[in-house]
């Protein structure tokens, strides 16, 4: 089993839905976590990061982390052709040197 | 502007070629890293380095070398010995305190 759980998808939805993204993980030490957007043939920029549990809103991007279930969630809102791209969920120990990342979700928002 | 410069973009090569991915940053991060990205696999770990002269294996280690002799620079030398070394290559960093990795642009590595 891995340490992290992601579908890959594709997920295709029109624009304007609110898009899900999750991950399971299996560490209870992980603490940090964080999503990534990757666009086609470029490297992953940083979209969200949390700590601990709890909920973080950065304008249509909403990031859950339930630790007692070991579960993760992005939520896009409003979404935007802009957005597709692949989804990218990472996470991290307390003083960890190394992220581990789910396999990423593929996104297409359709015009 | 501060950032993570790889190169090169693309590369193509013969088997039984050894090839060098460079890896440069500007942003004073301490830990350094490179990863390895298949579709549907997400990012694997291929070596990373916390500090100049010391570096630790991965989970993909087999195949790849890496040298890190200054702070700004962690090449990766990917061999004749990795078995299946077509991928995009991705180098990242982080400073000493921190949690998130800044990524550079990626490497896309064909053996033709």
């Known amino acids: 089993q891995k340490e992290v759980e992601q579908d890959p998808g594709p997920l295709s939805v029109p624009e304007g839905a609110i898009v899900s993204l999750n991950c399971t993980y299996s560490n209870s030490a992980f603490q940090y976590f964080m999503w990534y957007r990757q666009y086609s043939r470029k490297g992953p920029e940083l979209l969200m990061y949390t700590y601990s549990s709890g909920n973080k809103e950065d304008g249509r991007f909403t990031a859950q982390v339930d630790k007692s279930s070991k579960y993760i969630s992005l939520f896009i809102r409003d979404s935007q052709p802009s957005d597709s791209a692949t989804y990218l969920c990472?996470?991290?120990?307390?003083?960890?040197?190394?992220?581990?990342f789910g396999a990423g979700t593929r996104l297409f928002v359709k015009a | 502007d501060g950032g993570i410069t790889q190169s090169p973009k693309y590369l193509f090569r013969k088997e039984g070629q050894n090839v060098t991915l460079s890896c440069e940053q500007n942003l004073n991060h301490d830990a350094m890293y490179w990863y390895r990205q298949d579709p549907g696999q997400g990012l694997r770990l291929i070596y990373y380095s916390q500090i100049v002269n010391d570096f630790q294996k991965g989970d993909i280690a087999e195949g790849y070398s890496v040298s890190r002799e200054k702070k700004e620079s962690f090449p990766l030398t990917v061999t004749s010995a990795q078995k299946n070394p077509t991928a995009f290559y991705l180098c990242?960093?982080?400073?000493?305190?921190?949690?998130?990795?800044?990524f550079g642009a990626g490497s896309r590595l064909t053996v033709l």
């Open positions: 990472a996470m991290t120990t307390d003083g960890g040197f190394k992220t581990i």
């Open positions: 990242a960093s982080k400073s000493g305190g921190a949690n998130v990795l800044t």
